[in-house]
């Protein structure tokens, strides 16, 4: 399936702009990113993810902990903006880079046949820090994340899935 293909571009020195089409409704992919138990299904690339906080408000903290076959992994950050069912903006930090954080806006977009754009844009303090970034192995890890998405949007369990 085509729509299913992640697309990631760096459209300048600073900055990493991903799009993503999931097959379910504006509403319900919403919901994915801002009810505590849907997030912990997913977003750990279906690992277990322990939410430590989260305060999906203007000024709120977010805290999660992924733990994976390879370690646990610690991501946190501060709401910016949340305007429900178009657009939230955070800070994102990871524990593997500590001190450089990412301001990240997440856009949804409605599209026909019940379907959803999801666009991130990450922008960064340097080109060091966001090519730190795609080196880490940002893009795979938001893959898995996001096929753990379409497991849980299609009524399905969105546990970690072995690597091909």
């Given amino acids: 399936m085509a729509h299913r293909a992640m697309t990631v571009t760096t459209p300048s020195d600073r900055e990493i702009h991903i799009e993503r089409v999931f097959d379910a409704p504006r509403d319900r992919v919403w919901r994915a990113f801002t009810d ?6 997913w ?8 939410i430590e906080r989260f305060e999906p408000e203007r000024g709120g903290h977010w805290r ?19 305007t429900p069912k178009e657009r939230i903006v955070w800070t994102f930090e990871w524990d593997g880079m500590p ?3 990412s301001i990240d806006t997440v856009r949804f977009e ?4 019940g379907r959803t754009r999801v666009v991130n844009d990450s922008l960064f303090h ?19 994340s996001y096929a753990a998405l379409d497991r849980l949007l299609a009524g399905g ?3 970690a899935q072995p690597a091909p």
């Avoid at 340097?126 to 898995?144: F, P, S």
């Fill in 36 to 41: 505590a138990a849907q997030l912990a299904s």
């Fill in 43 to 50: 977003w750990g690339r279906g690992n277990r993810l322990v």
């Fill in 64 to 82: 999660f902990v992924e733990h994976a076959s390879d370690g646990v992994h610690g991501f946190e950050g501060r709401f910016r903006e949340i």
């Fill in 99 to 101: 001190g450089y954080v």
């Fill in 110 to 113: 409605e599209l026909e046949g």
């Fill in 126 to 144: 340097t080109t060091e820090e966001r090519d730190g970034m795609l080196g880490a192995g940002m893009e795979d890890g938001l893959a898995q």
């Fill in 157 to 159: 369990e969105a546990r």
